[in-house]
């Protein structure tokens, strides 16, 4: 099964907003809601930061938000800040019982 | 507090074995569901293993065969033990706990490194 995709790279100033998308099939992000989103500071361990499309843990500021349309699913920041950048992974939940993650996109900030 | 302590990785020739240990502190692995997740050098996440509370298992299709998830209750620890490996095998290897349904990953420990190369 190939990865979900996301675009390589996506920047934005302090304060600005950014969105990730993330592609895939109704086999996966189009067919459950189960689509979260992780974001991964270099040489760390990957946090959850939205969940069931749109739910956040707690802890993770309102800043980050999360959406769906169709086979497509978007993380959005607001608020751009400093320590936002990292790379950021969608995942999926997939009719083969399985998890699908993106490929990554890097956020960097201006 | 919450801990996922992975051990058991290492540098290990093609065809060999290795066995990944992840233990857990703060809550019962016997709860909830857990999975592997593994990330090669420089690249992305990939999905490995879950293994459910009632211990019904998954394996991505690139591991199905080779690989095997275990749970150990009393020792509250899951398993990966890891056979025929393979080059494109060598990755870190994350454990992480589930959270309610589709597998949501929302603890993760810090991950063990695999190298496979002769």
């Known amino acids: 099964q190939s990865a979900l995709t996301q675009p390589a790279s996506v920047s934005g100033s302090p304060g600005q907003s950014i969105t990730i998308s993330c592609t895939g099939t109704s086999s996966d992000v189009g067919g459950y809601n189960y689509v979260s989103w992780y974001q991964q500071h270099t040489g760390k361990a990957p946090k959850l930061m939205i969940y069931e499309v749109t739910t956040r843990p707690s802890g993770v500021p309102d800043r980050f938000s999360g959406s769906k349309s169709g086979n497509t699913a978007s993380l959005t920041i607001s608020g751009l800040q400093a320590e936002d950048e990292a790379d950021y992974y969608c995942g999926s939940y997939t009719s083969s019982r399985t998890l699908l993650f993106g490929g990554g996109t890097k956020l960097t900030v201006l | 507090e919450l801990q996922l302590v992975e051990s058991g990785g290492g540098l290990v020739q093609p065809g060999g074995s290795l066995r990944l240990s992840c233990a857990a502190s703060?809550?019962?692995?016997?709860?909830?569901?857990m999975s592997w997740v593994r990330q090669a050098p420089g690249k992305g996440l990939e999905w490995v293993s879950v293994i459910y509370s009632g211990g019904t298992i998954y394996y991505a299709d690139s591991v199905k065969g080779r690989f095997t998830i275990s749970r150990h209750n009393s020792e509250n620890t899951v398993s990966l033990q890891m056979d025929s490996l393979r080059v494109e095998d060598t990755a870190v290897y994350y454990c992480?706990?589930?959270?309610?349904?589709?597998?949501?990953?929302?603890?993760w420990g810090r991950g063990t490194l695999v190298t496979v190369s002769s």
């Open positions: 992480a706990r589930g959270l309610g349904p589709g597998i949501v990953l929302d603890f």
């Open positions: 703060g809550f019962a692995v016997t709860t909830t569901y």
